[in-house]
């Protein structure tokens, strides 16, 4: 069957596309922002954003779908007045940004990577699903799955962290937390849109929407990884990226839409641009103009135009004359109907719209507990001098920024109520055996000092036998457009651990903060160093917990901590380079190694490391045998021993390196990971199975497939402290 004929025996194009205009198929093609009129009830006059796109009342009706509003009774209301008004009764689509939550808002993703925990990963998402979903919304775009490896870009608290594996995992973990597994049938759960097509975490110098340019291997090994698992998974959309690749807007990149995520991945679902990037190929300097722009856009295979007007007034031109074809807009249009056919929208144009549920499930207890349970598991402790956990009856000096601040949600918790977030201070305090035991002072604001701030830290601090200090980033610090040169903690904030350490007491710190920082001023200078991200809805009670041992820290590091600025991009899956660094050349005073004079070529602190308030043991390392043929495997087996004093969950992780390639490999590259909880003294053997699949990767033709030859393996709890053993593939 051709093409077309297959288009036309499409029961939606039959009952639908084949009755449109072709103004009515380039509406359906748009996304507006709400709001769009002013009055309600009246609907003949445009306001808003949309009114100074120059959107008319006879677009707005025909359009497609809504990005950003929120609440069940308003989208009832819009979604009713629209289907009064659309010639054919085509329902909108609702969409918006629940990265991290809805109302409860969950750790930022980039801590959730840190909990190496997918299965509440995907239990958050379901979650954030299900209150979106009864606030009338059917589209969630996320999961951000950009591989990052510069924390000064802002946007990679956005991200679960610098490896394809793990991003994979918990790509995956997400779109099945969000989608469910029935769309139509299960209105609690909305459709996930994996961004940002392709590889927007490599933005130059970390500046945000900057170029990317990478080799097509480095783009398919290591960042097209995690979208690939989101697009497995059932992903129903994708959004395109702000950047180039090679050298062509992704918006308008046709090898990257077409070939690749369409014909090659086989994805079917819809294609939307993030916000303008259809019109920014004007900008980029690859269309000369919007018209030029969107024919780019259409070609690359984008459907849904986000936030401008290029496909509204050029597509049905462009159609006329035969620069595109009628049937790539009608295969455009046919993606978005069938998107809203499957999540029911024909039948139930209001869906999971719900004012009751909505007022009853809303940041209820239950959702609340797996934003504790998920912001436990994702606190990493980077540092303890065995001050922590602090005991019961210790007076506490609780001082900083954030020892009594709501803003501890993080960027992209569009809903989340920072005033509803349970504070540090306040937890404390009630975890505490006497409230007065926890005195609270802010010691100074994020970026500034005064006289009468350190006065109230000193007043504080006497007294005291352990002082914590909360210290971080504003939330706007990181996130989009929130990109740092110097990723140090503001001057203000390190005057005050001066300041507090010169009292000559124990001294804990907790960072609240989007991105890996650079600790000098910090790590250097505490006993202890608890790295809360932003923990969400309920971070103070999760930190309480931790702090006063109520929980043990198990959160590893998703992405490297950076010795200093200088070293990044820092990242544990790199090459080995020719003239690898070595302590005993430097010793020699080999200066001819890849190395700086000034600072380690290691981060401060790996991929994988995480302290706890126990201590675990790795021994009896053991292959099932030498060699691994084609079809075979290899079992791998490790004894894990808890050998300190108090329960916790231990993550063992499994890495390997190809000792010589026909292209060369990564010096470690995870492949695998578990994670097992111990009671004090208790030992668990785990196995690993590993086989050649997964000893493959991209060689210098692009084929997929892997080296005989030795293999290095590695088994332990952070990519740098590991059991080691040889295999060889044959
Ligand atoms: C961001 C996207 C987001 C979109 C809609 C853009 O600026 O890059 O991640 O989904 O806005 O809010």
């Not at 009468?452 to 200090?469: H, M, N, P, S, Y």
């Amino acid at each position: 069957m051709s093409h077309s004929a297959a288009l036309e025996n499409e029961p939606l194009y039959r009952k639908y596309i084949k009755l449109m205009t072709l103004e009515e198929k380039a509406a359906q093609l748009l996304q507006l922002a709400a709001p769009f009129y002013d009055k309600p009830g009246d609907h003949s006059e445009v306001t808003g954003p949309m009114e100074e796109l120059g959107i008319d009342a006879a677009t707005v009706q025909n359009a497609g779908s809504v990005l950003g509003i929120s609440g069940a009774e308003k989208m009832i209301a819009v979604q009713q007045a629209h289907m009064e008004q659309n010639r054919l009764g085509i329902p909108l689509l609702f969409m918006a940004d629940i990265v991290h939550g809805f109302k409860t808002i969950f750790p930022i993703p980039l801590a959730i990577g840190c909990s190496w925990n997918p299965e509440l990963a995907e239990r958050s998402a379901q979650v954030a699903a299900y209150e979106a979903a009864v606030s009338g919304l059917h589209v969630t775009f996320a999961p951000m799955v950009d591989l990052v490896r510069d924390p000064r870009w802002g946007r990679v608290m956005e991200s679960t962290g610098e490896d394809p594996y793990l991003n994979a995992v918990f790509a995956r973990a997400f779109v099945e937390g969000f989608q469910g597994e029935d769309l139509s049938g299960d209105v609690k759960r909305v459709a996930a849109c994996v961004k940002h097509f392709a590889a927007y975490g490599l933005s130059e110098g970390g500046r945000d929407y900057n170029t990317v340019d990478l080799s097509e291997r480095q783009l398919r090994e290591y960042y097209l990884p995690a979208y690939k698992a989101a697009v497995d998974a059932g992903c129903e959309m994708v959004m395109t990226s702000f950047n180039t690749v090679d050298g062509i807007p992704a918006t308008g990149n046709r090898k990257l839409l077409r070939s690749l995520l369409r014909e090659e991945w086989g994805f079917e679902g819809v294609v939307i641009s993030d916000w303008a990037a259809i019109k920014e190929i004007v900008a980029h300097g690859a269309a000369g103009d919007e018209r030029e722009a969107a024919l780019k856009a259409m070609l690359a295979g984008v459907d849904i135009d986000m936030m401008t007007t290029s496909y509204i007034q050029h597509l049905p031109e462009l159609v006329r004359e035969g620069a595109i074809e009628q049937r790539m807009l009608d295969e455009a249009v046919l993606r978005i109907l069938k998107l809203k056919e499957k999540l029911g929208l024909f039948e139930n144009p209001l869906r999971g719209a719900d004012p009751a549920a909505e007022a009853e499930i809303m940041r209820c207890a239950e959702h609340r507990e797996v934003s504790r349970q998920l912001a436990e598991q994702s606190a990493v402790l980077l540092k303890n001098g065995g001050l922590l956990p602090l005991r019961q009856g210790q007076k506490i000096a609780l001082v900083g920024p954030f020892a009594d601040s709501g803003d501890i949600l993080g960027w992209w918790s569009w809903l989340g109520e920072t005033e509803t977030a349970v504070k540090l201070g306040t937890a404390m305090q009630q975890l505490a055996a006497e409230p007065a035991d926890v005195r609270i002072a802010e010691g100074c604001g994020i970026e500034s000092i005064t006289d009468a701030q350190k006065a109230a830290a000193l007043q504080a601090a006497e007294g005291a036998d352990v002082i914590v200090l909360a210290l971080g980033e504003a939330s706007h610090m990181s996130g989009e457009a929130g990109s740092r040169s110097d990723i140090r903690l503001p001057e203000a904030q390190l005057e005050l651990i001066r300041l507090m350490k010169e009292l000559g007491k124990p001294l804990a710190v907790v960072l609240f903060n989007g991105r890996p920082l650079d600790l000098h001023g910090v790590y250097d200078t505490a006993d202890a160093v608890l790295e809360a991200w932003y923990p969400g809805s309920e971070g103070g009670a999760a930190l309480a917990n931790l702090l006063y041992g109520a929980a043990n820290p198990s959160g590893r590091l998703s992405m490297s901590f950076p010795y200093t600025v200088g070293q990044v991009p820092v990242y544990y899956n790199h090459y080995s380079t020719g003239r690898p660094f070595s302590a005993e050349e430097q010793e020699k005073g080999n200066r001819y190694i890849s190395q700086y004079l000034d600072i380690p070529n290691d981060p401060l602190l790996p991929f994988g490391f995480g302290l706890s308030y126990t201590s675990y043991a790795y021994e009896g390392l053991q292959l099932s045998a030498q060699q691994l043929t084609a079809d075979g495997e290899l079992k791998v087996k490790v004894k894990v021993t808890n050998t300190g004093a108090m329960a916790g969950t231990e993550t063992l992780q499994l890495y390997v390196r190809d000792v010589a390639g026909e292209v060369v490999r990564p010096v470690r590259e995870l492949k695998a990971f578990r994670q097992v909880t111990l009671a004090p003294g208790e030992s668990r053997e785990v196995e690993f199975t590993l086989t050649e699949m997964q000893l493959r990767y991209h060689h210098s033709d692009l084929s997929v497939s892997s080296d005989p030859g030795a293999f290095r393996l590695y088994v332990g709890g952070n990519s740098r402290d590991a059991l080691e053993a040889e295999f060889r593939l044959v």
